[in-house]
């Protein structure tokens, strides 16, 4: 990983907003939280919105933040899924960038400079992915993603992978990156405001809103020098067991996405 610090990096002076959407799964969003405060060098905020968690996630997130004063909790009284409470999150931020974090990640050394690298880099990067890798495997899980006209959404490039494979190595375009860690520059938000609240609770949210942004002429891009591990559907998979009809969401969203977007499929 290159070390971006030692190279003299110099664009993380802005204020950087992480939003983290939680509902129950504290161990989760326990080492999320911890994670960040070993890694994360440049000034940041971190903004939780609590979806009306029964575990003690509540408790004990009130406690961090009387402890910390970069967290502010926004509590729900229902659980509102991810977009809308990405949404919340978004909204009630101050930085100049903006992250959306997924609390089943951890974040690793230089993941938030690899991000503001080459956001930096180009006045015309609005968004910005890392890569993400599987804590079961090791191997990426995704950098992003490309979708084609004959079969909808693909496997993510590099899926399966070992993190130096060649051809990883360097930024390039993608046509989105994924809400588990997506980096939103505030020019972005300013131009198109924030997640489509038609996909919520969630699927497909994060996807549509990299397509608006390249719509308004904003470059999504891959970060190869931004690591974090994801652990994939906890929340998701834990919503799907207590309430049946969530299987449902993602194929109605997937229809609504492709109606919507199917003019820009590559």
């Known amino acids: ?5 030692s190279q003299g ?3 993380c002076t802005g204020l950087v907003s992480i939003v983290i959407p939680v509902y129950n799964q504290w161990a989760y969003t326990q080492a999320c939280l911890g994670s960040l405060t070993e890694h994360t060098r440049v000034r940041y905020e971190v903004v939780v919105v609590d979806n009306a968690s029964s575990d003690g996630t509540g408790e004990h997130l009130r406690q961090r933040d009387g ?3 970069r967290l502010r909790v926004i509590a729900n009284a229902t659980n509102e899924g991810f977009t809308i409470a990405a949404n919340q999150g978004m909204r009630a931020c101050e930085g100049d960038f903006v992250v959306l974090l997924n609390n089943d990640t951890t974040v ?3 993941w938030l400079e690899g991000l503001l690298h080459v956001a930096g880099s180009d006045d015309g990067i609005g968004i910005v992915g890392p890569k993400i890798l599987s804590p079961e495997t090791g191997m990426i899980q995704t950098i992003g ?4 006209r004959k079969g909808g959404v693909q496997a ?3 899926q399966g992978m070992p993190p130096d494979a060649p051809g990883l190595q360097h930024p390039f ?4 990156a994924e809400g588990s860690c997506m980096l939103i520059k505030r020019s972005v938000i300013d131009a198109i405001g924030y997640l489509d609240e038609t996909f919520a609770p969630a699927y497909y949210e994060d996807t549509d809103y990299c397509f608006r942004a390249r719509e308004a002429g904003f470059r999504v891009m891959y970060s190869p020098y931004s690591q974090i ?3 994939s559907a906890v929340t998701s998979d834990a919503v799907k067991r207590e309430d049946s009809a969530f299987n449902e969401v993602a194929h109605r969203n997937d229809r609504i996405f492709k109606e919507r977007w199917s003019h820009r499929f590559w």
């Open 9 to 11: 990096f110099d664009r």
């Open 156 to 158: 993510p490039p590099g």
């Open 145 to 148: 993603g490309l979708i084609f």
């Open 67 to 69: 402890d910390d004063g």
């Open 1 to 5: 990983m290159t070390d971006l610090w």
């Open 229 to 231: 591990w994801h652990h």
């Open 173 to 176: 375009d993608v046509q989105y």
């Open 108 to 110: 690793t050394s230089g």
